[in-house]
């Protein structure tokens, strides 16, 4: 489970500053016009903008291979499989994963949902995504001390029948799960929820979320061109 | 201030949760409600935010309607997990005034969290918190809605001696109606003067905390004891009487 710690935002500088709302438009555009293209300069030129946000906000190699390797390996994989289109494949793969993984590095969770809302995704979808990021680290750690209890009781599964004992953990951690969200519904309802998500205040769109974005729009072109 | 009368409620699946409970609090009085486990503290807890409607009469600050009472009571309820549940601290703090549309809202979180002494944990995660520090924040979503009564459920379970009495310390700041819901004997005694015994879904004593503590047989018979060692009369030669309303008792 280290993996789920090791997230977050990492350092600041003036990208990290920036209106979440420009970071996450901004390399969600980079990842589609790569991928909506099969040809090597338009990759090439996204990989270049990619390289660029990456060095003006300071994030180094070193985090961005440790967090994209965790998607880009299996998805490498698989691509394999692609034989002929491999190139292409990887290549898109790699800059839609180091695009998530800059602004998962530059903008923190709670700032991209509120940039998600106010960009009018349903707001259920976001909702959810805001509770799964809330309760998924105390459902983490629930699973790890039920397996603490499994391990301290000497469960050490050999052969498959054994593993039904996982099953029950399942079991037990729905129900967990569920009678915590009723609590939660509860305590919600407590404190007025009236089936709107309140929002405490809203970022302002400045002049350096357009340049950034403007920074952007040479892609576009390459893509066009291309 | 809070005033039951005959509240009954029993859950879908007939276990019975309250059987006739008879109270009423006093404006500005802090009074611990005890009881073992399964005696219907919580259930009453929930009956006094309306989200659980039983028959009999409830009635807090004169009305029961389900919207004023959230506004007049506060509930901080046992597992902050489950208070919790926003993805900052202050946003957390904020749902509650935000949801009352009050136009102070800023104001009301830093005055919240400075009340609890959690201000420079505004921006963080609530899981990168230890447990003291969600019960207080806890506490905190529910004071920036400025409610008239306080109540809490269970508010030391599961703290270490410091952090408990940290949290007692905090509490003891707060001016307003209390109600602490617990089986802390000790904690009982050391905030509130006036108590009430609640044994299965029955309102069994009610008077002045110290007196009923001091009361084994009737702890005993309701699964009740205080921690062994723990010495009363030291607490009756340093308690500073307060000033406050006297409690009006009413048992069943």
Redesign the interface.
């Known amino acids: 489970m280290s993996s789920l710690r090791e997230s977050g935002v990492v350092g600041d500088s003036a990208i990290h500053r920036l209106d979440p709302r420009a970071k996450l438009v901004g390399l969600l555009a980079v990842t589609v016009i790569a991928v909506s293209s099969a040809a090597w300069p338009v990759h090439a030129a996204c990989a270049v903008a990619l390289l660029l946000v990456a060095a003006a906000a300071r994030i180094g190699p070193r985090v961005i291979v440790r967090r994209a390797r965790l998607i880009l390996l299996p998805v490498l994989l698989v691509a394999l499989f692609a034989r002929t289109a491999f190139p292409p494949v990887a290549a898109k793969a790699t800059i839609g994963t180091v695009s998530a993984v800059l602004l998962g590095a530059t903008t923190s969770?709670?700032d991209v949902?509120h940039a998600l809302e106010r960009l009018k995704v349903p707001r259920l979808l976001v909702l959810i995504a805001?509770?799964m990021?809330?309760?998924l680290?105390?459902i983490v750690d629930e699973v790890q001390r039920m397996r603490a209890a499994l391990t301290a009781r000497g469960y050490a599964p050999r052969h498959a029948l054994q593993v039904q004992a996982i099953g029950r953990v399942a079991t037990a951690l729905f129900l967990r799960t569920y009678e915590?969200a009723e609590?939660?519904h509860?305590?919600?309802?407590?404190?007025?929820?009236?089936e709107r998500m309140?929002?405490?205040?809203a970022p302002a769109f400045r002049r350096a979320d357009a340049l950034f974005l403007t920074a952007l729009a040479p892609l576009l072109a390459v893509r066009v061109v291309a | 201030m809070i005033d039951a009368r005959g509240l009954r409620f029993a859950y879908p699946n007939g276990v019975v949760g309250l059987d006739g409970v008879d109270l009423r609090v006093q404006e500005g009085e802090r009074v611990a409600v005890l009881g073992p486990n399964g005696a219907g503290k919580t259930t009453l807890m929930l009956h006094l935010n309306a989200l659980l409607k039983g028959t009999g009469e409830l009635t807090v600050a004169g009305t029961s309607d389900a919207k004023a009472l959230r506004a007049l009571v506060g509930l901080v309820f046992q597992d902050p997990d489950d208070q919790l549940f926003m993805p900052t601290v202050r946003e957390d703090v904020a749902f509650g005034p935000l949801n009352q549309r009050v136009p102070d809202v800023e104001a009301r979180v830093e005055k919240a969290l400075r009340a609890v002494r959690m201000r420079d944990f505004a921006d963080r995660a609530p899981h990168q918190l230890s447990l003291g520090q969600k019960r207080r924040v806890a506490i905190a979503t529910v004071l920036a809605m400025d409610p008239k009564v306080l109540v809490l459920d269970e508010p030391s379970a599961n703290l270490d001696p410091r952090t408990r009495r940290e949290l007692i310390e905090t509490l003891e700041t707060i001016d307003r109606t209390l109600l602490v819901v617990s089986h802390d004997l000790p904690l009982a005694a050391r905030l509130c003067e006036r108590s009430v015994l609640l044994s299965a879904g029955r309102v069994v004593a009610d008077g002045p905390t110290l007196e009923l503590l001091a009361d084994e047989p009737l702890l005993a018979a309701h699964d009740l004891e205080l921690p062994e060692g723990f010495d009363l009369t030291r607490l009756l030669r340093t308690a500073s009487p307060r000033s406050r309303p006297a409690a009006s008792a009413s048992g069943p």
Request: aromatic share 24%; proline share 8%; glycine share 4%.
């Open positions: 969770f709670p949902l805001a509770f990021y809330r309760y680290f105390t915590r609590r939660v509860l305590a919600m309802l407590a404190r007025g929820f009236d309140p929002r405490l205040h």
